[in-house]
């Protein structure tokens, strides 16, 4: 048993089998323990049907520290907390398990969304100046000629000077690639529903609409989020506008994009594509997105990933801090712009 003077807040990690031991280095374990009271090898995959161990912990737990694949937060799994006045959720969105009886109770939320989206955003970043300078096909290309060849004459539409680049969705990923994109010398086009002309502008982009866009951009990057209204965002209509050499790149999440619509342009070779996310998110095995020589298809690898998850736990580990100081998170999580953020 703790002692009485001990006023650290007990906590219990939350998340899949396997997340913890790539989230937390031995540095995390120990501050973790030094901040809040917690087994930091006690990780609960179930909270439904718990076992004695972690029945026992949630019942304690004034924080929960969740990551990918945590268990729901129903009212159930609530009225088995009563303690619990906090979540800290280290990876990006809270959609997965943070549900309505958790803001009925008043339960403070945090993410390390913002941690999340810088690898996003470099990944993003990488993407479109590659997709400037032509390095997916002229790569292919080059492999099937292998031989002298007047490059310079086949990639004379090639090069990042004045490119135009259009961001779809001035999200937290969304701002970062407009931040990142500022050294270079390109065109930002942006199309969000929820920035005015003013917030274009303190942005430094110029704002358009989404088919004006699709037309005039060079590059279009996908970082809305994934709600109804973003559903085939980029449908047949939008894909049609975008002229023949066009790069589409979703690193957002693969329904925002109409891939029947997509396919038939990519395997024309009409469109480039620099997919990290398709829809199914894995693609069947005889789709022409593994082939095609103007697609550069990877695994949704853009997030946080190896070393990049410490980074995630940096971040949830400090809020955990915050909140033993008595302090409020740094980066709360609101219930009303959940319906407009990923």
């Known amino acids: ?197 003013a917030g274009a502008a303190a942005l430094g982009v110029e704002r358009t609409g989404l088919d004006e866009l699709c037309a005039r951009a060079d590059i279009v990057t996908v970082h809305a989020p994934q709600v109804a209204a973003t559903r085939h965002m980029i449908g047949a209509p939008q894909l049609a506008r975008m002229r023949d050499g066009t790069t589409l790149i979703n690193t957002s999440r693969g329904s925002l994009v109409d891939e029947e619509a997509l396919l038939p342009e990519l395997v024309s070779g009409r469109l480039d594509a620099v997919l990290d996310v398709t829809d199914p998110e894995l693609p069947p095995a005889d789709s022409p997105l593994y082939e095609l020589p103007n697609v550069l298809l990877t695994p949704h690898i853009a997030g946080s990933l190896g070393g990049e998850l410490y980074r995630m736990a940096d971040q949830a580990l400090d809020e955990v801090e915050r909140f033993t100081k008595g302090l409020p998170f740094a980066d709360p999580v609101h219930p009303g712009t959940l319906e407009r953020s990923a």
């Open 1 to 197: 048993m703790h002692h009485a003077t001990d006023n650290r807040p007990a906590l219990l990690l939350a998340m899949s089998p396997g997340i913890a031991d790539r989230l937390l280095a031995d540095r995390h374990r120990e501050r973790l323990t030094a901040l809040t009271r917690t087994d930091p090898h006690l990780v609960a995959h179930d909270l439904a049907s718990p076992s004695p161990r972690v029945a026992a912990a949630l019942a304690e737990a004034e924080i929960l520290l969740t990551c990918w694949g945590a268990p729901a937060l129903t009212a159930e799994v609530l009225a088995a907390a009563p303690r619990l006045r906090a979540v800290v959720h280290a990876a990006g969105s809270v959609k997965h398990h943070v549900t309505e009886a958790c803001w009925d109770r008043g339960i403070a939320v945090t993410s390390a969304a913002a941690a999340n989206a810088l690898p996003v955003a470099e990944f993003t970043l990488a993407a479109v100046l590659f997709a400037g300078k032509r390095v997916l096909r002229s790569a292919h290309r080059y492999a099937q000629v292998r031989a002298a060849h007047d490059w310079r004459a086949e990639l004379e539409d090639a090069g990042n000077y004045r490119r135009t680049v259009g961001v779809v969705g001035a999200s937290r990923i969304g701002r970062r690639v407009i931040e990142l994109m500022r050294p270079f010398d390109l065109r930002v086009l942006l199309y969000d529903p929820y920035v005015d002309d």
